[in-house]
């Protein structure tokens, strides 16, 4: 028996993970990795002779994917969670402490924006439950639409843009309100009389659990293990190059014919590799873009008088180059541990790549300029690192469910092929866990039978 899962990310990896479970040593799992590692956008790095994270850094810990994963892969003792500080925004070249109570970003209440917005835009909030809506259930719009309509530009982009930038690297303009908020185009389906009410209903229930976790020593340990659990054979620096169906199981090139296949590319990579075999799924996945984003991981001296807040987030429109800021030694207690005060500035958003074209001295210059701007303090790294991370996250843009719904519709009915990655049901580490798991079960399922 012989499976092949293209693409080494943690969708991939998990996958291969799940298999080995299902299907036992002697089936022979290939990973076929386009790059020169496994772990996609995960990748932990060294700065000032510790671990640092230079992709995700965080969790969602509400979710148990990966709190369950590090468990059974034995790393429980990796487990961090985040001091509980807030972020900042800033805006109007001021820092503001992030409104509280809000769904990524779009308020329940005017109160919460007070001193980020104008008192005209506080009113527009405070109104906005007297507004007729009109909502057509199942419809679908880009955030930025419904939320300037409804509560004013400057909620949009001092409260909403920080917030998504953070997540997708997107802005409210390209990503949809069906997908990236499912429980808020509920609650207008059910027919809420305002985004107030709305935004009210899909509030998440309030618990005391930390919202975030981490691991210890970075993501790195949660790929090695994995890996080692996993034992697949790994084939790195060669592409999938084409998936095709064979009269028993499937081709890849340039691997050859395998009885399962699990496709955990990025979409549009999906697409290309199953253009011929399953041109609908293909097509639905071609439409789904990336976004591309760059970090500098910078060190400080211990001593740098850093704000006592979990991160900075810029509000769109502001004259500077950063997109975000994570003050990991405020955010994160093991880290506060180390010897320097370490930090991680973000660059790049949708639709503005130019970041990634820049050279390493120019991005660590910007994030220097721009941290000092925002702190009012002097900025002098002992260390920096430059990562860059072209299309690495795809956007949810208005349309995705359906995007998503026919690409599995295509590759259900057919034998031995999954797919899984971040464009499906999620973006985050948890949904990626998920969708390899389910892309594990569902071959596990179609071998066993073919086997008995
Ligand atoms: C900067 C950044 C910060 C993030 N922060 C967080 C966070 O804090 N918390 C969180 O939950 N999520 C975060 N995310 C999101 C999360 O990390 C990703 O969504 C997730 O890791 C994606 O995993 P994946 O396996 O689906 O895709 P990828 O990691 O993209 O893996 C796909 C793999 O396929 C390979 N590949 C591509 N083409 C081919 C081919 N033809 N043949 C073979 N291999 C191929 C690629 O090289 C890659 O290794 C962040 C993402 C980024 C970019």
């Given at each position: 028996m012989r499976i092949a899962v293209i693409g080494g990310g943690i969708s991939g990896l998990v996958a291969a993970y799940r298999l080995r479970q299902r299907l036992g040593a002697e089936t022979d799992i290939v990973v076929l990795e386009q790059g020169p590692r496994l772990g996609g956008v995960l990748h932990t790095g060294e700065l000032a002779g510790e671990p640092m994270d230079l992709g995700a850094e965080a969790f969602v810990g509400r979710r148990p994917e990966v709190i369950e994963l590090m468990a059974e892969l034995g790393l429980d003792d990796q487990l961090v969670r985040p001091a509980g500080k807030r972020p900042l925004v800033w805006a109007q070249g001021a820092a503001h402490p992030l409104p509280g109570r809000?769904?990524?970003?779009?308020?329940?209440?005017?109160?919460?924006?007070?001193?980020?917005?104008?008192?005209a835009t506080l009113a527009q909030v405070a109104a906005e439950p007297e507004r007729p809506l009109r909502w057509e259930p199942g419809a679908d719009v880009d955030v930025q639409s419904l939320v300037a309509d409804r509560f004013g530009r400057q909620v949009v982009e001092?409260?909403?843009d920080p917030l998504l930038g953070g997540v997708y690297?997107?802005?409210?303009?390209?990503?949809?309100?069906r997908a990236a908020l499912p429980a808020l185009a509920a609650a207008l389906d059910r027919g809420a009389t305002s985004l107030t009410e709305a935004v009210r209903a899909a509030m998440p229930a309030p618990s005391?659990?930390?919202?975030?976790?981490?691991?210890?020593?970075?993501?790195?340990?949660l790929l090695a293990a994995l890996t080692e659990a996993a034992a697949p054979r790994v084939i790195t620096t060669v592409a999938g190059t084409r998936v095709a169906r064979a009269p028993r199981g499937w081709v890849v090139d340039p691997l050859g014919l395998v009885d399962a296949v699990v496709v955990a590319t990025p979409a549009p990579v999906t697409a290309r590799l199953?253009?011929?075999?399953?041109?609908?799924?293909?097509?639905?996945?071609?439409?789904?873009?990336?976004?591309?984003?760059a970090l500098v991981a910078m060190a400080l001296p211990?001593?740098?008088?850093?704000?006592?807040?979990?991160?900075?987030?810029?509000?769109?429109?502001?004259?500077?180059?950063?997109?975000?800021?994570?003050?990991?030694?405020?955010?994160?207690?093991?880290?506060?541990?180390?010897?320097?005060?370490?930090?991680?500035?973000?660059?790049?958003?949708?639709?503005?790549?130019?970041?990634?074209?820049?050279?390493?001295?120019?991005?660590?210059?910007?994030?220097?300029?721009?941290?000092?701007?925002?702190?009012?303090?002097?900025?002098?790294?002992?260390?920096?690192?430059?990562?860059?991370?072209?299309?690495?996250?795809?956007?949810?843009a208005p349309g995705h469910a359906d995007r998503v719904a026919a690409i599995e519709a295509a590759v259900e009915p057919l034998d031995g092929l999954a797919v899984a990655g971040a464009y499906l049901h999620g973006v985050g580490v948890p949904a990626c866990v998920a969708t390899g798991t389910a892309a594990a079960e569902r071959i596990a399922g179609a071998v066993g039978a073919r086997v008995d």
């Open positions: 809000t769904l990524m970003g779009i308020p329940t209440d005017a109160e919460s924006l007070r001193g980020l917005v104008d008192e001092r409260s909403v690297a997107g802005i409210s303009a390209s990503i949809g309100v005391t659990e930390p919202v975030f976790g981490g691991l210890r020593d970075g993501y790195g340990a199953l253009h011929h075999a399953v041109p609908a799924a293909a097509e639905a996945a071609a439409g789904i873009a990336l976004s591309s984003s211990r001593d740098t008088a850093l704000p006592d807040n979990s991160g900075i987030l810029v509000a769109t429109g502001e004259p500077l180059r950063a997109k975000a800021f994570t003050l990991s030694s405020r955010k994160w207690p093991h880290l506060a541990a180390r010897d320097v005060a370490l930090v991680r500035a973000s660059f790049g958003r949708f639709g503005d790549d130019s970041p990634l074209t820049w050279s390493d001295d120019d991005l660590v210059a910007a994030a220097v300029a721009d941290l000092s701007t925002v702190t009012g303090l002097a900025i002098t790294p002992v260390q920096s690192i430059v990562q860059r991370w072209p299309g690495g996250l795809p956007q949810y």
